[in-house]
């Protein structure tokens, strides 16, 4: 039997149109789940709809801003209804903003907290309805290694990331006695769109690689095997845990790191 095997289970994958979330979104469907996949924009989706199709799985674009509670329940019920049901979310939609502590203001932090903090735990609380209803689901919160440790220049950032484990765990207590696990997968240092401009500094990415004990940056492939345990029976006895895919960076003083390079 393979315990990753995700054929005839449906996924909700939010933030899909791009970086880790398209990467999300395909390994489920390789997997062989069928795939809701959301962003703020329906057009911003049609790539990542392509090549689900192209994979031979079914897929659902729906818009969502998980900074809107009543898009939130709208995109929920609509995949809901779509497909009969909702077996895996990958909560993953978030944002960043870099800036110095003394130079973040209150909309950066709201902007920040409401995107990677509060949007999950009401996406999580909408899909967790459904499943707790049939008595069994697989929730996955994007965390980040910030979930763990601090880095300058992050704060707000690195706040709602340890958010995030830390409602992982409060979550996979409520939920555990309904068949529902709840877990975090933390991310290290990958390239996305969201800090694609660092990794063009050649000295940073050295400098970065030496603070790795694996020497060097995640590609998105080393994400894959860890999404699939966690949403797939293989990962039936495991909740309220941060897997931290990382390299091992989370090990080493993680304190200084150089400024965004100008």
Sequence with gaps: MNLFDLTGKIALVTGASRGLGKH???ALARAGADVAITSRTLASLDDTAREITALGRRVWPVELDVRNQASIEAAVASSHT?????????????CNI???????????????LDTNLRGPFFVAQAVARSMI???????????????????AGLGPYGASRG??????MSLAADWGPQGVTVNCLAPGWFKT?????????????????????LRRPGAM?????????????????VTGQTLLVDGGISVNDTRALPPKPQ
């Design 24 to 26: 999300f979104s395909l």
């Design 82 to 94: 779509h497909f009969g049901r909702i077996d895996i979310l990958i909560n993953n939609a978030g």
């Design 98 to 112: 870099r800036k110095p502590a003394l130079d973040v203001s209150w909309e950066d932090w709201n902007t920040i």
């Design 133 to 151: 209803g049939v008595g069994r689901g697989r929730i996955v919160n994007i965390g980040s290694v910030t979930s763990v440790a601090g880095y």
């Design 163 to 168: 958010g995030i484990k830390q409602l992982t």
């Design 193 to 213: 769109s969201q800090n694609a401009v660092m990794y063009e500094n050649a000295e940073w990415v050295r400098y970065l690689s030496d603070k790795i004990p």
């Design 221 to 237: 492939e080393d994400l894959t095997g860890a999404l699939l345990f966690l949403a797939s029976d293989a990962s039936a006895y």
